[in-house]
Structures are given as C-alpha cells and as structure tokens.
C-alpha cells in the first residue's frame, strides 16, 4: 500500500519554517511555545490543536488552511487541496467562454520530484471520472451509481502490503455491464475452464450477487478435459467456427446451468413470507416488485392480489382472478361480498394489534349490517325511506317516511325526529322497537354501545388505543368485539362458515405453498 508518512502537518510546518529561515527554537519563542513541542510537532509524535496551528500559521506568515488536514467541507480548505493538486500534478484552472475548466499542464518546477508513472496515472484516473461523470450525465448511470463508484474507487488491495491496483476502463466495469442489461436479460457466466478455486468463488458470486447472474458448465465434446496445450498464435477463429460441431442441425446443447439460489433473492422471499404472515400485504407485494423477474409474473399477481383484496379493490382482485386462475374470495354474492371482505379487514387488524384503526372502521359495517337487520327481523327496507345527497351521505326522507311504524319508532324515543344522515343509533332503535328476536336485539344494541363508547374518542381525540384502553372502555377486548361482529354477520347470512372467517390465513398458506418460499 506504499509507504508510511509521518504526519503531513509536521511535515509543513517544517518546510515552512526552513522557508522563513528560522530554527525550531526561534520559532517556538515566536509562539510561546518550548522547543521540544515543535520538535514533536514536526516529527510527527504530537498533533497541535487548532487554537496553536493557528499561532504557528500566523508566525510562518501562511494560511491557516495551508498547514491544516485537508477538510473539503470548508470551503478554504477545499481550495487549498486544489491549490496542491495543482503543484503536484499539474492540474491547473482556466477559464473558456465564461466557465471555469480544469487542464493538464506541466507540474510547477518547484513542486519536487516525483515519478512521472505517478503523474501519468493521476492524469487517467482523472480521465476515468470525467468518463464517468459523462456516463451520468447521459443518464447511463443513476447518482447513487455514481457516488458508489466514487466511494469504491480504487478498491482496497486484499493484503495490507499490497498495492493499490486500480481499473481505468469503464468498459471492464461489471456493474457498467450490469446496468446496460434490460429487464429480462440474464448474464451467463462459462465457469467451465477455471481452476476449481475459481469455480467455488463464481458459485458463492452467484449466490451473492444482487442482479441477474447465471454460471454455466460447458462439457467438451468428449466428454473429457481440453488439451493443457493449444496453439493460439496460429488459432483461425472463421476456420474453427466453421469446422465447430455444434453448429450441426440436432447437436446436444452441452451448456448446463449450475443451480444455486442467490441469496439476495432468498432473503427477499423470507422477507415476503414474513411480511405474509403478519397480513401485510403491501409491504409483501413491494418486496416481490424487487425480485419479479425471480419469482415470475404469476407469482408477483399473487403478491398484487392480495394486495389489491386488504384494499378492498376488488375489482382488481376479479381482474387477476380472470387472468391467473387465483380465487381467494370465499363470498361470492354481489350484495354481500364486499360487507364480508371489510369485515375480514377488521379481523386483520385486530390480529395485527392496529386496535385504532379498527374502532374506528367499526361504524360503516355497522350501519350496512343494521340496515340488513331491519330488513330481515323488521320487515323495512330503510332506503325506501331515504335519499343520497350530493356527497352520497344517506340521509331519511322527511316525506317517504311519515306514516311509517318506523318514524314512530324514531319519534317516542326522541319525540321530534330531527331526520338528517341515517345513523346507526336510529336503526338500533327501530330494531329494539320493532324485531321480536330479542338475541338480535341484543347484540345490535351491545355494538352499538361499544361503538359509542370508543369510536369518537378515537376518532377525534389523541389517544393511545391499546387492547387495555378498548378493554376499559367497552368492558370487552377487541377479539370479543370482534366475535360479536362475526356473529351478527352469520345471523344475517354472511359469512357462515368458519373458514370464510379463516381464508385469509388460507390466502397466506397457498401463496407460500405456490412461491415455494
């Protein structure tokens, strides 16, 4: 890694010195310093604080930022790296039409011996970055690619006595290789005639490599190992493709793929199935996204179907069922199956402790659920009696419903019926009033309590909604809440089997099963 410097501040602050013809004593005396701090100084066996390189720079009669450790942050010191840039390496500024450019020229005189194989790979090096700003600017690499190449560049040597070993060609650069490849290309890698050093070391390549990277066994014709000798000074490449065996109609294709499963990508099939089995499924179909061409098309519509199905867009889920074959949905009524599937929702996220998120989205299955109640136990079809206003809010119809046992229900528990928005506490009432089941009745004015009692706060105010605040307020947990919306929905017809009530774990099983994760 070349050899060892002592410190760089010592080093300048000695040449300073000599410079202004001074000694270590004259200078200290300047300073207010002892002789042997400078000594220590310049040897390197002691690094002065900022406060007395202040001093120190002051009395030499330099910039502070001439002796100081290069800190690009600050922008005079950036300007005194390229101030030494420029005696080292004979990078030097100029100025063309109005823009600042950097050019090549002879190194300053003064400026000390060097190799000249130093200031010529220095020269490439630069060219290698201006290439590579190119290529960034041509939109063939992205700015993180970029910054990882500057921050890589050169690689540090595996020994720490070696070398730096540098590449100032883009066109060897794998990743380079790597971002020129579209999306359903694989790069093939012959693994065939390497020492078996090699072959181990493209093996655990593959497996750990982030793109698409496939290593290959070519057998020989013979079934054997080539010649240890060929002549290649005298090789005819046409002559050989021309007499090569395997352009004859019906050769055996002798290419065989070596199986290892990249790592990244089985990672990421973890991550999936982990995701799967805490139902969350965005995050499982975002993993999947990263790794499609991997796990394939049909698997990824699994990922986006369920996806698709947590957000009730269930349009999209029917559209993936039609193309794949994929039916997950257990309720298959139209009047029924999205009530069922947002019930599911709440199910999930009570199962995933969100127990704010599901008092809060108890109220709008409540009101569809007793809207089905009155019409089977009470004999009313509540939107006979209603109209939609402009935001599509329900809302009683002061008109249809005079005269209706209904309105009188509403009127002896209120006495003047205000009308205005369809509320669950008005169907509570006309099912108490009017439903001769008192177990229905039971349950609805149950739910209706504990919809009450956590649904505004929860709504409207900050508050910490864990399983014991719900336990508190309603006297029940968020599963037993749970339960009762699931037997109320199997009361009225929906969801009547327990594994309807199961089909999203089911849904999970059969995605894992498929994906073979």
């Known amino acids: 890694m070349g050899e060892k410097f002592t410190s760089r501040v010592g080093y300048l602050i000695r040449n300073f010195r000599i410079a202004s013809d001074m000694t270590q004593k004259e200078l200290a005396d300047k300073c207010g310093l002892n002789e042997s701090t400078i000594r220590n100084y310049e040897l390197g066996n002691r690094y002065p604080d900022e406060a007395t390189l202040l001093n120190i720079a002051n009395n030499l009669e330099v910039s502070f930022y001439t002796l100081s450790d290069p800190d690009v942050a600050n922008i005079f010191s950036a300007l005194h790296v390229l101030f030494n ?75 720490p006595n070696n070398e730096y070993t540098v590449s100032l060609n883009l066109d060897n650069d794998d990743q380079l290789l790597v971002q020129k490849m579209n999306e359903d290309d694989r790069l093939l890698v012959n693994m065939a005639s390497g020492t078996p050093a090699m072959k181990s070391a493209l093996v655990v390549m593959a497996t750990l490599a982030e793109y698409r990277f496939t290593p290959i066994q070519v057998s020989t014709p013979q079934k054997k190992s080539n010649s240890e000798y060929e002549d290649r000074d005298e090789y ?14 019906g050769f055996t294709n002798r290419c065989t793929e070596v199986k290892c499963g990249n790592l990244i990508t ?72 999205k009530m069922f599937e947002y019930a599911l929702g709440l199910k999930v996220k009570v199962l995933r402790e969100e127990y704010a998120d599901f008092v809060r989205g108890i109220t709008p299955l409540v009101v569809d659920m007793f809207e089905i109640i009155v019409k089977k136990y009470c004999g009313i079809t509540i939107k006979d009696y209603c109209y939609y206003d402009k935001k599509n809010i329900m809302k009683w119809d002061q008109k249809k419903l ?57 709504a409207h105010d900050i ?44 849904m999970n099983q059969e995605i894992i099963n498929k994906m073979g994760i």
């Open 236 to 249: 005819d490449v046409e002559m050989n493709w021309e007499l090569d065996e395997d352009n004859e109609e």
């Open 266 to 337: 089985l990672l990421k099939q973890d991550m999936i199935k982990k995701h799967l089995l805490a139902y969350d499924y965005h995050a499982a179909y975002e993993v999947g996204k990263e790794i499609g061409s991997d796990i394939g098309e049909d698997k990824l519509a699994l990922l986006e179907l369920a996806d698709a199905r947590m957000k009730l867009n269930l349009s999209r889920v029917n559209k993936i069922k039609i193309k794949y074959g994929y039916d997950f949905l257990p309720v298959k009524e139209s009047n029924k199956e």
């Open 402 to 458: 005079q005269g209706t046992v209904a309105l009188k229900a509403l009127e002896d528990e209120y006495g003047k019926f205000k009308y205005g928005p369809v509320y669950s506490v008005h169907l509570t009432i006309i099912i108490d009033t009017l439903s001769s089941e008192y177990s229905i009745k039971e349950k609805t004015s149950m739910l209706r309590k504990i919809e009450e009692n956590v649904r505004n706060i929860a």
């Open 85 to 159: 840039i420029e005696w080292a390496y004979g990078l030097r500024p100029t100025m063309k039409d109005g823009e600042v450019c950097f050019k090549f020229e002879e190194r300053l005189p003064s400026a000390g011996p060097r190799p000249q194989e130093d200031l010529d790979n220095f020269r490439k090096m630069v060219e290698y970055w201006a290439r590579l700003r190119d290529n960034l600017e041509d939109d063939e690499i992205s700015e993180t690619e970029y910054y990882l190449k500057e921050v890589k560049y050169p690689m540090n040597p595996t020994a």
């Open 463 to 506: 508050v910490s909604v864990t399983e014991e605040w719900v336990k508190k307020q309603t006297n029940k947990t968020p599963e037993e809440i749970m339960s009762l919306i699931q037997n109320l929905c199997m009361m009225i017809g929906i969801g009547t089997k327990k594994e309807q009530w199961d089909s999203y774990d089911a």
